[in-house]
């Protein structure tokens, strides 16, 4: 059955403080992987698609990399206004269907 | 670009009337639109994908005579929850996936704002 996971479910960050979000995924074949972000009350808006393992994606403090296996998301010296719950999602040679994980919720303190 | 709207944002109802969702692409022709609903703290689960032009496919466990979707154009699928009960509340949230030469639709999906309906 194909899977997403995310961890950790919640981060608490300082202002400036660097890390890394985790997304571990089982798909019967990955047509892709996509990290959106959602804030509270929100619809999720779209950030990165990853297509192949070894490609990486930067947007401002955000870069996404991706393995055979997990996908990372990088936050570089976050803000407050980072503050969101990111979304992992992957997509199977199935159809066209994305597989959700749970979410990180990530919170940056000034 | 890739913009998608919702409308209405908000909805309150009473038990057993029926509501519409409107979800559009607005800078774009979408060949598939999908409906999402999501509970508190949860993430979002698919209730059913649809085709321009043709019936929608449902989810596991999503009654289709609950939940009618019409995609009646490019840009525009609707959602209409049918005599709606309190167990339905929850956020509907609505994406499009580009539309691509020879019926094909790019992965990755944009998302509309989203719409709370509140059913009393």
């Known amino acids: 059955e194909d899977q997403v996971t995310q961890s950790p479910e919640a981060l608490r960050l300082q202002e400036g403080e660097s890390s890394s979000l985790n997304c571990s995924y089982t798909?019967?074949?990955?047509?892709?992987l996509f990290w959106y972000r959602q804030d509270p009350g929100k619809g999720p808006e779209f950030l990165f698609t990853?297509?192949?393992a070894g490609e990486e994606k930067e947007k401002e403090r955000l870069k996404a990399t991706l393995t055979k296996k997990e996908s990372f998301l990088h936050i570089t010296a976050p803000k407050p206004e980072d503050s969101a719950t990111y979304l992992c999602?992957?997509?199977?040679?199935?159809?066209?269907?994305?597989?959700f994980g749970k979410g990180t919720t990530l919170s940056v303190s000034s | 670009g890739a913009v998608v709207s919702q409308h209405p944002s908000w909805v309150i109802c009473k038990s057993g009337t029926s509501v519409k969702i409107e979800c559009r692409s607005l800078?774009?022709?979408?060949?598939?639109m999908f409906w999402y609903r999501q509970f508190p703290k949860q993430s979002l689960m698919l209730m059913a994908t649809?085709?321009?032009?043709?019936?929608?496919?449902?989810e596991q466990g999503v009654e289709k005579d609950k939940f009618l979707i019409n995609h009646a154009s490019l840009t525009l699928s609707t959602l209409t929850v049918t005599s709606a009960h309190p167990e339905d509340s929850s956020f509907y949230i609505c994406?499009?996936?580009?539309?691509?030469?020879?019926?094909?639709?790019?992965?990755?999906?944009?998302f509309g704002p989203g719409t709370r309906l509140t059913v009393l």
């Open positions: 990853l297509y192949s």
């Open positions: 649809s085709n321009e032009g043709s019936k929608a496919t449902y």
């Open positions: 999602a992957v997509a199977n040679q199935a159809g066209t269907a994305l597989i």
């Open positions: 994406s499009a996936s580009y539309g691509l030469a020879g019926g094909w639709s790019t992965d990755t999906q944009y």
């Open positions: 798909v019967s074949g990955l047509r892709g």
């Open positions: 800078d774009f022709q979408a060949t598939t």
